[in-house]
């Protein structure tokens, strides 16, 4: 993210949405992205209101207020990098066609500028993490617990350890002073980034441990035990506790979730945003991602780990995380990648498709990639929107079956990229 492109982008969104709330994580370069930002909304008569440093959900649930909000952020991404994420007052992120106008405008310089007489002006946002743990609040009972808490250094630093204390639990907090350097742990909470927080929770006999990424938006825990229970487990977990009137998920998702719900599930494309469009569609009230994203409509339709953390940590106040966990069916999986030459990616596209029609499954589902379905199991094969790689998915019923599956595959990308 450059300075001149967030300039153009909030030129253009200036131009159509006359009040706008920023906010960002705690990167260092997120103040200078949010100027380039507000003068761009400002020069073509937008109203820009300033609520600092607030986790991704946080600035999401302030946008109620407003015409549209943006949040300044790269998630889970290492400190160097950032960009931005535009959200609506439903607490959805822009949809395709939303973003397709602010990108047509900044593509073809179409700027409504104004004179001086008509140039937006900028004031505060004040309150916005005192809002949301008041709406936490309000959905989440008191709960008596022991909990561990690693924000990683993210903006969840401000918010999650006081919103757990404020609901009655034991809080020990790690990483949890704002530092865009991350110096404690890098931002995206894997395994082997959380071994002072399985370590704590081991010695403190904790109920739990909570990790985020560096803007809120995911949430992976620790049991009692001292296991990391990663995105994929806790989307099972979830579905079991909240899923029975339908669950939105997404294509790379385990077939236990059908298993789950007896009922209805509908995919969608990889991506938060497509989550929650579908869930807007179908009426759905709880959708997830296998990444550690969930989203609860009577909360918000964007994805909160913050909220989501509060409900685990209720959770296992009442049951042991490890007993839920090993009650679930969980079925082996494999997930890989491969790199390919950027310029290559049609082509690659191409041979993919053609790859595919080659394989006898039970079921095709393609709207992000291929996901073929087979009676002991599935693989997935799709590229990433964001790098120039393959991503490969397996998941089967059996051992033998998943050797079978991920040899299938992997033979299929390696002839696609070679």
Not at 150 to 168: F, K, N, Q, V
Not at 383 to 407: D, H, Q, W
Request: aromatic share 6%.
């Amino acid at each position: 993210m450059t300075i001149d492109l967030a300039q153009a982008v909030g030129a253009a969104i200036g131009g159509q949405y006359r009040r706008v709330v920023i906010g960002k994580d705690v990167r260092t370069s997120g103040d200078m992205i949010a100027c380039a930002l507000s003068s761009g909304i400002m020069s073509c008569g937008g109203d820009v209101y300033d609520a600092g440093i607030v986790p991704t959900p946080t600035l999401a649930h302030a946008t109620r207020d407003y015409d549209c909000g943006i949040m300044i952020t790269a998630s889970h991404n290492p400190p160097e990098y950032n960009g931005i994420k535009i959200w609506n007052p439903d607490g959805s992120s822009f949809d395709d066609d939303q973003m397709e106008d602010i990108e047509n405008v900044v593509r073809l310089l179409k700027f409504k500028k104004v004179n001086w007489r008509s140039v937006g002006t900028k004031f505060t946002h004040e309150g916005a993490v005192e809002s949301h743990i008041e709406i936490i609040s309000r959905l989440v009972d008191p709960i008596a617990a022991k909990v561990v808490v690693d924000c990683g250094c993210g903006a969840t630093s401000i918010i999650t350890p006081r919103l757990l204390r404020e609901l009655g639990c034991k809080v020990i907090s790690i990483n949890s002073h704002p530092d865009g350097f991350f110096p404690g742990r890098l931002p995206e909470p894997t395994e082997d980034q959380l071994v002072r927080l399985k370590d704590i929770v081991l010695n403190e006999h904790a109920d739990i441990g909570i990790a985020h990424d560096g803007d809120g938006d995911r949430v992976v825990i620790i049991d009692e035990k001292g296991r990391f229970i990663g995105g994929d487990k806790l989307l099972a977990l979830l579905t079991a506790m909240f899923g029975k009137g339908g669950v939105v998920t997404t294509i790379d998702s385990s077939m236990i979730i059908d298993e789950l719900v007896g009922g209805k599930v509908v995919r969608t494309r990889v991506g938060d945003a497509y989550v929650s469009t579908m869930m807007k569609q179908t009426g759905i009230d709880f959708g997830g991602e296998p990444s550690g994203t969930f989203i609860f409509a009577k909360n918000s339709l964007c994805p909160d780990g913050i909220y989501a953390a509060a409900l685990l940590v209720k959770i296992a106040s009442e049951n042991k995380i490890s007993e839920i966990v090993d009650s679930l069916q969980i079925y082996p999986s494999f997930r890989s990648s491969f790199n390919f030459e950027r310029a290559r990616r049609r082509e690659i596209e191409s041979r993919l498709a053609q790859e595919i029609e080659k394989v006898k499954c039970d079921n095709l589902l393609t709207m992000d990639g291929f996901r073929a379905e087979f009676s002991d199991g599935w693989f997935l094969i799709r590229l990433s929107g964001t790098e120039p790689k393959m991503r490969i998915t397996v998941e089967a019923r059996t051992e033998e079956a998943l050797t079978r599956l991920k040899t299938i595959s992997t033979e299929i990308a390696r002839r696609c990229i070679s």
